[in-house]
Nanobody, 124 residues
Framework: QVQLVESGGGLVQAGGSLRLSCAAS????????MAWFRQAPGKEREFVAA????????FYGDSVKGRFTLSRDNAKNTGYLQMNSLKPEDTALYYC?????????????????WGQGTQVTVSS
């Protein structure tokens, strides 16, 4: 059974930084895509970033391009989302997601496995 555990969320002032981690267990996730989504109260789950398992290519949502960086350490089965220049509108519950193939999907329906989420709150 695949399990994903996010960590690193917290409260930060606007302009600050946080690094989220997603630790996977139950399978070796090298070769498979890992993604991050976020969901603010009353809003739909939004694509943030993804890193493909095959070539390690990265993809970002328009709202985070240039500010967030996604990386992975396959030896540790862990992915990292470095978030810089945070804004109050980045406040949300951030989820790590993983699927059973190497495709990159911008919709949450493309991912089978999900973590419980980690809260990020950015104060103005």
């Amino acid at each position: 059974q695949v399990q994903l555990v996010e960590s690193g969320g917290g409260l930060v002032q606007a302009g600050g930084s946080l690094r989220l981690s997603c630790a996977a267990s139950g399978r070796t996730f090298s070769g498979y895509t890992m993604a991050w989504f976020r969901q603010a109260p009353g809003k739909e789950r939004e694509f943030v970033a993804a890193i493909s398992g095959s070539a390690g290519s990265t993809f970002y949502g328009d709202s985070v391009k240039g500010r967030f960086t996604l990386s992975r350490d396959n030896a540790k089965n862990t992915g990292y989302l470095q978030m810089n220049s945070l804004k109050p509108e980045d406040t949300a519950l951030y989820y790590c997601a993983h699927n059973a193939d190497s495709g990159v999907y911008y919709s949450p329906t493309g991912y089978r496995y999900w973590g419980q989420g980690t809260q990020v709150t950015v104060s103005s």
